[in-house]
């Protein structure tokens, strides 16, 4: 009874191979991967302020950043402003910032990109902005290097205004 079934599958095989013929389909093109956590943002400065206020609110004990000299002049002023408790560079590529509390609050309550790529924002040694009333603190880019805004203030520089911290 095998044998006879296994004929008849075998003669009925060609007949159905005939009716079935399908022009063969194109195998699919892979999807390009995108690697995750790799890119530039358009504003590096503005992605640090943003990272470092996440992970303030998120109650971090550190942030991770990629590097940049300008990251690091922000992450100095940053920490001898009090903001942050310290920052690292355990490689050539990264940053590592330490976030200060007093108690369960972070000395961080607020961070402003001011200066932007479409809206550069400029201030004259006689116009340095104050932030909450002398209680924050303006980030300058000046000729000089960055500094804050009473440092410029104080040297009589001038330039533009990066960000607010308070």
């Given at each position: 009874?095998?044998?006879e079934?296994?004929t ?6 060609p ?5 079935s013929?399908?022009?063969?389909r ?31 609110v ?7 950043v990629p590097?940049?000299?300008m ?6 002023i940053?920490?001898?402003e ?11 590529r ?11 609050l972070?000395?961080v ?21 104050r ?9 300058v880019?000046?000729s ?15 330039g533009?205004?990066l960000?607010?911290?308070?």
């Amino acid at each position: 009874m095998l044998t006879e079934e296994m004929t008849a599958l075998r003669e009925q095989a060609p007949e159905t191979a005939d009716r079935s013929e399908r022009p063969a389909r194109k195998p699919a093109t892979p999807k390009k991967v995108r690697p995750k956590g790799i890119g530039m943002p358009n504003d590096p400065v503005a992605d640090l302020l943003t990272r470092v206020r996440n992970a303030a609110v998120a109650r971090h004990e550190t942030v991770s950043v990629p590097t940049s000299r300008m990251k690091a002049e922000v992450a100095r002023i940053l920490r001898d402003e009090g903001f942050i408790s310290g920052y690292e560079q355990p490689n050539a590529r990264e940053l590592v910032l330490r976030l200060k509390y007093v108690g369960k609050l972070p000395a961080v309550a607020g961070l402003r990109r001011i200066s932007k790529p479409g809206l550069r924002v400029y201030a004259r040694k006689s116009e340095m902005p104050r932030v909450l009333g002398g209680l924050g603190v303006a980030i300058v880019s000046t000729s000089s290097g960055l500094m804050t805004g009473r440092e410029a203030q104080r040297k009589g520089l001038g330039g533009e205004v990066l960000a607010y911290v308070w």
